[in-house]
């Protein structure tokens, strides 16, 4: 056992693609999805789109061609809706996608128009879907690679900020993976590794939800969005993706500066000594604009409470692609966790950068666990596990009672963690 004290935790070959340490198999193919044929985007179309025609005649465009790229605006949303509103907003949205990837002038900026976009969907649940097949549409059988990669583009943003219904997820899901085949690239066109980042967003977001908060979408946050398509965020990537994204600018950490930076905030903060710590969250604008800077580089230093940057940690361990405790260990952890030896030899047995991780935060606990900061923050031992151990185990069964049943045997494995663990070899570690 550690002598938890106050303070700091050491005194406790396309062109436009990227290399990545994922494979472009889509997070979760194969499991509980619908076969291909019965997830298609285009028997989607047959039962949901609306009906238009064209000519003088009033000729039915087929199913194809309202599936494929268009020039021209359209006069009609194209899925079935009885919202005025969105039938409204459905024309508007059209047109602003055709600007966004150049096919119709217009004065605005692009991120301006992303942001329109962003603000329209994030506000209005029932637009989603529309603007989702908008995309979908715009993005097939297009002829001009600049407005293809544009269209990748703004679909990626949007999965940033909001997901689709559970009725459509399937069908943009498959549409996504189809376009992971390396084939789909161009000289100009990087669609594969778009179509990844967005597999890989779609997942997220629809297990998240949509951005959360009172203040809508910034141009801040959509450039973000944006350019961590090549230049991945902090949040939401593997730790070995996160360790290569800082290797250049800190060669020698062992650990990831936003686990330490947002750590070392808390505590700074005097978070160890602050009631309802990690329990109690931030305000949520004021976590979102942190979230920004920390993906800049910038260093938290102005936060006005701890709760913020200590919001934000949780985040940061909850987003991970792989939880800090892979799951091929998630078994053993729920079969030990009233085993103190056998739960510290897991540890023992995880990936280097997974123990240094996991590590650090037991370390960063134990501090908080001690009983004099504890009989302040009214966060004992329990409380700590209890917020903590979702981010670090996830339960992939769907089964309601498996779920509940493994949750306790979650909360007690940390427990035992924290207890347990001799973090002394982290002292000096970063």
């Known amino acids: 056992m550690v002598d938890p004290t106050v303070g700091s935790i050491q005194r406790q070959n396309k062109a436009g693609t990227i290399p990545s340490s994922k494979s472009g198999t889509p997070p979760g193919a194969g499991m509980g999805k619908k076969p291909s044929s019965e997830s298609d985007i285009e028997n989607y179309a047959q039962r949901h789109l609306n009906k238009h025609k064209k000519g003088v005649f009033g000729k039915t465009v087929p199913i194809n061609d309202m599936l494929a790229w268009s020039k021209d605006p359209i006069t009609k949303p194209m899925l079935r809706t009885n919202d005025k509103a969105v039938k409204k907003e459905a024309l508007e949205v059209f047109k602003l996608i055709q600007i966004y990837m150049g096919d119709r002038k217009a004065k605005t900026s692009n991120p301006q128009v992303a942001l329109d976009i962003m603000n329209r969907g994030w506000s209005m649940i029932g637009l989603r879907d529309e603007i989702y097949m908008q995309l979908c ?35 943009l899901d498959d549409y996504i993976t189809k376009h992971l085949d390396p084939s789909w690239d161009t000289l100009r066109a990087a669609v594969s590794h778009f179509a990844t980042m967005c597999s890989r967003r779609l997942e997220r977001i629809y297990k998240s939800g949509a951005k959360k908060g009172l203040k809508k979408p910034t141009l801040e946050e959509i450039e973000l969005a944006r350019k961590s398509i090549f230049n991945p965020s902090m949040f939401g990537d593997t730790l070995e993706d996160v360790m290569l994204l800082q290797k250049d600018r800190y060669p020698d950490r062992e650990l990831p500066w936003i686990q330490t930076v947002l750590s070392e905030e808390v505590l700074r903060l005097n978070g160890a000594l602050t009631e309802g710590i990690f329990r109690v969250p931030g305000d949520i604008d004021e976590v979102n604009a942190l979230k920004v800077r920390c993906d800049q580089w910038i260093p938290p230093t102005d936060c006005p409470d701890p ?6 940690l949780k985040l940061w361990y909850r987003e991970l692609y792989e939880p800090v405790i892979p799951p091929e260990f998630y078994a053993d952890c729920v079969d030990n966790y009233a085993n103190p030896e056998e739960a510290i030899a897991i540890i023992h047995r995880l990936p280097a950068i997974n123990r240094l991780v996991l590590s650090y935060l037991i370390r960063f606990l134990q501090v908080f666990a001690a009983p004099e900061n504890a009989s ?25 009672r498996v779920i509940f049943e493994n949750t306790r045997k979650e ?5 035992t963690l924290i207890q347990g663990l001799d973090t002394s070899f982290m002292e000096g570690v970063i």
């Open 137 to 171: 549409r715009q993005t097939t059988d297009n002829k001009r690679e600049d407005g293809v990669q544009q269209g990748w583009e703004l679909m990626a943003v949007c999965l940033s900020f909001f997901p689709p219904s559970a009725k459509f997820h399937d069908y």
């Open 307 to 312: 709760h913020i940057p200590a919001s934000l």
């Open 376 to 400: 302040i923050t009214k966060m004992d031992i329990n409380n700590l596990a209890m917020v903590m151990a979702p981010n670090c185990l996830r339960c992939e069964s769907e089964d309601p």
């Open 411 to 415: 909360m007690a494995f940390l427990r």
